[in-house]
């Protein structure tokens, strides 16, 4: 199982943003979720705590992602509490989120398209996808999420 950190620095109406840093900082992204909404299904990021993600391989929206996942086997929680189908996938803006998690490259302001408006969100994400795969070539990952939110 690889280990990783979120440690969000930074909250607020323009979305909630954050470093994830695996183990040994041996592979590092940026992450954009939504705004804190109270852990609300679809609208919030999701709280600090501790999760299990694995490979998922028919999510209706994304194809083959990384989902939180509970062992029943085990006493503790490693899930998100009142939340389903909390995935890692790629998205630029937290509006393009429904209480998922993506990763980029960079945390920036920029347009979707020419002429459309500047929002703040992350770049490259399906290149960062792409690459934190490559890295955990879909080992589970316990994901440690700190700081801001939650």
């Known amino acids: 199982m690889k280990r990783a950190t979120l440690t969000r620095f930074e909250t607020g109406p323009e979305g909630t943003f954050g470093d994830l840093v695996f183990e040994g900082g041996a592979f590092k992204c940026k992450v954009v979720e939504r705004p804190w909404d109270n852990n609300n299904r679809g ?4 709280p600090k705590g501790k999760y299990i993600f694995k490979k998922r391989t028919d999510s209706p929206a994304h194809g083959t992602v990384y989902e939180e996942w509970d062992d029943p086997t085990t ?3 490693e899930d998100v509490k009142d939340r389903d189908n909390v995935q890692i996938h790629a998205a630029n803006y937290p509006d393009e989120l429904l209480g998922c998690l993506a990763p980029g490259l960079i945390v920036a302001r920029f347009p979707k398209a020419p002429g459309l408006p500047v929002k703040k969100g992350v770049t490259s994400s399906a290149t960062a996808l ?3 795969i490559e890295f955990t070539q879909w ?7 700190t700081g801001v939110c939650g």
């Open 130 to 132: 792409k690459q934190l």
């Open 75 to 77: 006493p503790q929680r």
């Open 43 to 46: 609208t919030s990021c999701i």
């Open 139 to 145: 080992e589970d990952i316990e994901l440690t999420v």
